[in-house]
């Protein structure tokens, strides 16, 4: 018997040391050594540092608020809380890998029936008596086929995804509070050419004014001046609108009333410029930067982990149970040793009928292990397409914002010009007519592109995953592929 107890010891040991159910490898992924977009607004494949990307605005207000909203956003607080949450699960999970230990003690007084047990009674035995139990029970459920060693890898895995959840928020919050206070300095400088088009229109409609009342003009004219003015004096409520929403959204945010920041946004300044130059890495660098990237590959991770959890079920299950403890129904007995009692021995429970519930379960979770491995690389694809997108982006608006400078100089050259003609009598007022509505919109359009340039790299730093330092090791595998 002794032999065949070392087999049966030694093939227990070598099952503990495996695991059913496959074994995780983190999905290869084909990605570009190159950018298919060309890099023509800046942008070079220096390493970026991306982790303060917004300080190279260099605006104080926005640092500021960046700072403010990672202190207080409510919904970077929930993130990390669902953190909390799957940290605290994972040690649940972990905690099935050890023995339970459990402990109880009772006193409790107990009558028999005397007619129940009638000997008893007529023997002169009291049907009175105490009773004394304390004791302490075991168990320990040994992971012989390594489901609870599975189900202990997906809950670091899901922890895992949890955390770069958390990230992903962080990088879009960041990327939101960039935004909008980028859109309420476009808004503001809106007003600021709206403004002064207001007070050149005023300029111009007192000249045809002073023309028609000294008969050198009809009063076609300043009508035609008069409706210009009040279809420009028409566009600042709604400026002033978008500005509002704006700063609205932009407290909100911050973890406050929506009317907080209205003061502190109302001083005039600038749409926060451009650098120069814009190190963005290379493709391949890309999905060890996005956490959700990261995170997709988390679930992966978790969901292979789970197929041997549900597989698992499939074998016996092996465990270690005992008792021990002392019982006596008179106080004075109690701790003698024929109070004593005890058990202990091994048990085995296998499921040999389940109506093919398990097998089914089984298929389940490959499936969801599919879906996984499928949201993960859908997850790459955007990614990928985020950043080609805003690197086009990027790089075409600064072209039409060129384009849109040298048409407000030459709008402005072209009013300056018609506007001395129709003093002189040279030219007729729709002239000057086409030539304000031109300046303003040229000048407007502007503006507007001043503040995509800032909004688009604005969006190329979210798609390029910045906001967050990754210090860990790289999980993901990637294989790179010619860029042609």
Known sequence: MRPALVMVVACLAFLAGCAVGPNYQPPRTEVSTQWKSPLAGGETNGSPDLAAWWKNFNDTNLDSLMAAAVESNLTLRLAEAHVLEARAQQAVVNGNLWPSIGSSASYSRNRYGANSFPPLAGFGVPLDYNLYDAGFDAAWELDIFGGTRRAVEAAHAETGAAEFNRQDVLVSLLAEVARNYITARGFQQRLVITR?????????????????????????????????????????????????????????????????????????????PTPPEVPVGLPSDLLQRRPDVQSAERELAAATARIGVAKSDLFPKFSLTGFAGLESVSAGTWINYASHYWSAGPTVQWELFEAGSIRANVRVQNARQ???????????????????????????????????????????????????????????????????????AAQDALVQSDQAVSLDLVQLYKALGGGWENESKPTLATSKSDSK
């Open 196 to 272: 002064q088009n207001i007070q050149v229109q005023k300029d111009i409609l007192d000249l045809t004014s002073n023309r028609f009342q000294s008969g050198l003009s009809s009063d076609l004219d300043v009508q035609q001046s008069q409706a210009l003015l009040s279809s420009t004096v028409a566009e600042v409520p709604s400026l002033e609108t978008g500005f509002n929403q704006s700063a609205y959204h932009l407290a909100v945010l911050l973890g406050r009333q929506p009317g907080a920041l209205l003061d502190e946004m109302s001083a005039e300044k600038p749409i926060p």
């Open 370 to 440: 599919e879906e996984a491995l499928d949201a993960y690389q859908q997850t790459v694809l955007v990614a990928l397409e985020d950043a080609e997108n805003a690197l086009t982006a990027y790089a075409k608006e600064q072209v039409r914002r060129q384009s849109l400078l040298q048409s407000v100089e030459a709008n402005q050259q072209a009013l300056e010009l018609s506007t001395q003609l129709y003093k002189s009598g040279l030219e007729d007022f729709l002239h000057v007519l086409d030539s304000e509505r031109s300046l303003y």
